[in-house]
């Protein structure tokens, strides 16, 4: 099983930004596609970005493109969401997950994987 831990989540006001880190924990992200989820309550997960195994390839939601940049440094062993111009619809528990599909997919069933989840807060 492999272990992932996000963090980086707080509370933000509108307009704010955040960035999101996701660490891999005993094994090296270098060959996974990762993506990052997200649940407000009372809804479905929805997937929110990811990012193919060699950086090449990103894909992202329509509610966030245009504010939400996913990076990877395979150095640090890490993945990284940066959330600009955050709105209340933006609240929820942010995961990642790890898949060995070389392709970017926002598909949750592709992911095995998956960290806790980091909590964001988007409020006035």
């Known amino acids: 099983q492999l272990q992932l831990v996000e963090s980086g989540g707080d509370l933000v006001q509108p307009g704010g930004s955040l960035r999101l880190s996701c660490a891999a924990s005993?094994?090296?992200?270098?060959?996974?596609?990762i993506g990052w989820f997200r649940q407000a309550p009372g809804k479905e997960r929805e997937g929110v970005s990811c990012?193919?195994?060699?950086?090449?390839?990103?894909d992202y939601a329509d509610s966030v493109k245009g504010r939400f940049t996913i990076s990877r440094d395979n150095a640090k062993n890490t993945v990284y969401l940066q959330m600009n111009n955050l709105t209340p619809e933006d609240t929820g528990v942010y995961y990642c997950?790890?898949?060995?599909?070389?392709?970017?997919?926002?598909?949750?069933?592709?992911?095995?994987?998956w960290g806790q989840g980091t909590q964001v807060t988007v409020s006035s």
């Open positions: 997950a790890a898949t060995n599909l070389g392709f970017a997919t926002l598909s949750s069933e592709n992911f095995a994987s």
């Open positions: 990012i193919s195994s060699s950086g090449a390839s990103t």
């Open positions: 005993g094994f090296r992200l270098y060959g996974y596609t």
